[in-house]
DNA sequence: TGGCAGGGTCATA
DNA sequence: TATGACCCTGCC
């Protein structure tokens, strides 16, 4: 791959097992809108960032070289070697067919805070109504950016959502959700959850830490590992991976899918779950 | 236009 | 270990 600056942006040329499209919409994130022409606009990193793509070349507008290395390249795990992973995975019949499908798929190196409040919000909702609701905090709690007239916001800091209300976070309409959020924020904020601690933790150590937030169960603890911390032997199984696994692997109790999934995918698992979750919602397996 | 279901979790039994 | 309740709203 090259990285070199033109047309007042970096120009990434020749990536391989990249495509925004899958990674954006892959649901991993909900922070990135994609645009009429087919770009997507996000905010990462306490940045704005308009990004494009055609074919194996990829536009950063507005980024540096320099932007690219020290912050995009790490963020969207571009230095990874996903051509290897995928020909573990493909051994596997259907994780071959969700590749194929959704290949382009990078997981993204997130904030582990604005992870853990995202996924909060995530649990027995919809994805439109989670991006609004995440879309109504940043605004109402986050600090402005500015980019070619426009304004954005970014994800606001443990400190600034610990210092409101309930009655601040009814604005959210996150319903039963506000409370989980607050009391998340307010144990990150006091240092009680020290996040920066998960990172050397050991899964199960680090998975258990996470499940002492209300409204962290097992399923969104592992989102908050994957997405947060990079921990690829998180496997998230959520309703779409459920109804794979049943169809596809006969497998139906909680003990059936972690033994075949989980061992199956072992430490790459992370990455066989977004494969298979992408390849599942556009599907749209039935119960 | 009304009802259902949603990338789960919690409390209770 | 199983079941019902939960806020709200996009979508059929």
């Given at each position: ?199 050397s933790m050991p899964y199960h150590k680090a998975k258990a830490e996470l499940m002492k ?13 994957l997405y947060g911390f990079g921990r690829h032997e998180a496997f998230p199984v959520d ?49």
């Amino acid at each position: 791959m090259l990285v070199f600056e033109r047309g007042g942006g970096a120009v990434l040329s020749g990536v391989k097992h990249f495509n925004i499209v899958d990674t954006f919409e892959c649901g991993q994130c909900f922070r990135w809108d994609r645009q009429e022409d087919g770009s997507y606009i996000g905010v990462a990193k306490g940045r704005v960032l308009s990004i494009s793509q055609q074919g194996t070349d990829v536009f950063l507008r507005g980024a540096t070289i320099e932007d690219y290395k020290t912050i995009w390249e790490r963020y969207f795990d571009l230095a990874r070697d996903y051509g290897k992973i995928q020909k573990v995975l493909s051994c596997d019949k259907v994780l071959k067919r969700a590749i194929e499908f959704g290949g382009g798929i990078r997981i993204l190196a997130q904030d582990p805070f604005e992870v853990l409040i995202s996924f909060i919000i995530s649990a027995n909702n919809h994805i439109p109504r989670i991006k609004q609701i995440i879309f109504r905090l940043c605004e109402s709690y986050g600090e402005p950016i500015e980019l070619e007239g426009r304004r954005y916001y970014s994800f606001p800091t443990p400190e600034t959502i610990a210092e409101l209300s309930l009655e601040d976070l009814k604005i959210l309409r996150a319903g039963y959700r506000d409370k989980y959020i607050l009391e998340a924020a307010k144990m990150v904020a006091s240092g009680s959850l020290d996040l920066g601690k998960l990172y050397s933790m050991p899964y199960h150590k680090a998975k258990a830490e996470l499940m002492k937030v209300k409204g962290v169960g097992e399923k969104v603890a592992n989102c908050i590992l994957l997405y947060g911390f990079g921990r690829h032997e998180a496997f998230p199984v959520d309703v779409w991976v459920r109804r794979m696994a049943a169809q596809y692997y006969g497998a139906c109790s909680k003990a059936d899918i972690d033994r075949v999934l989980c061992e199956r995918f072992g430490l790459f698992g992370g990455f066989a779950q977004q494969y298979l979750f992408y390849y599942a919602r556009e599907l749209k397996i039935a119960k």
